[in-house]
DNA sequence: ATTCATTATGTCATAAATGACATAACGATG
DNA sequence: CATCGTTATGTCATTTATGACATAATGAAT
């Protein structure tokens, strides 16, 4: 047996941010390009940019710094605040899981 | 902002124990009846019977001690083991709750 | 001005989870 | 041995979440 636990952040009761949203946002990041990253993930262009959209609505924030046209039709990079958002939600993320197996073990074996 | 969280136990990659079924093993244990239980709870019969069964197989265990007949026309009560099980799932998920909100503090304000 | 790969967005389809419906089986009680 | 409220279980419907499709807009580069 073991454990599992899903975790997110919430604003009025929506989702702000959550696992999805962190690994869409890396890859935005490594790629420079939200089309790129919705292929990388293995979802539709749409749906990626559906999440960016909401989180962006949920916080009241800008999270991509878009630009279109040119060589290669453009590009998605993130914003100051976007990375600072995904350096926390990471490192709180990790810190959660270890506290969550280590008192797992502690309360089932 | 805040935190969402939840945690559930698995065994073979399907759900053994969760925050709904806790909840229905606590109604069980106060009504007596597991058709008391889901009428408390808003729900069908056939779904909180279905969880039961659910969380029997992925255990390998009984949950439930039942009869039918008689004044009344019968009822379910706890076996030990799942009120161990139950008692040790609320200890655990108590804990955690308390661990998340401490350390979104720390990293979140 | 044309091109091109991107971002932007509305609408529709599909899948997965959840619950509802119907019906059988049970068995102590009277 | 008929009754009654419970447990037991298959099947069907509904809701909800997720992704797919289609199409427009953008704007630097050529």
């Known amino acids: 047996m073991k454990v599992i636990f899903k975790i997110w952040l919430e604003e009025n009761g ?6 999805g949203r962190k690994m869409l946002l890396e890859a935005i990041d490594r790629l420079g390009s939200l089309n790129a990253a919705s292929k990388e993930l293995g979802m539709s262009y749409r749906a ?3 999440k960016v ?4 609505k949920a916080l ?8 279109t046209g040119g ?5 998605a990079v993130l914003t100051q605040e ?3 958002l995904l350096s926390k939600y990471k490192k709180y993320k990790k810190r959660i899981a270890i506290l969550t197996e280590k008192e797992f073990k502690r309360f089932f074996k």
Chains 1, 2 share one sequence.
Do not use: I, P, Q, R
């Open 14 to 19: 929506v989702v702000a941010f959550s696992e």
């Open 48 to 50: 990626a940019w559906g």
């Open 53 to 56: 959209k909401a989180t962006e």
């Open 60 to 67: 009241g924030a800008k999270l991509l710094n878009v630009t």
């Open 71 to 75: 060589k290669g039709g453009g590009g």
């Open 82 to 84: 976007a990375k600072e």
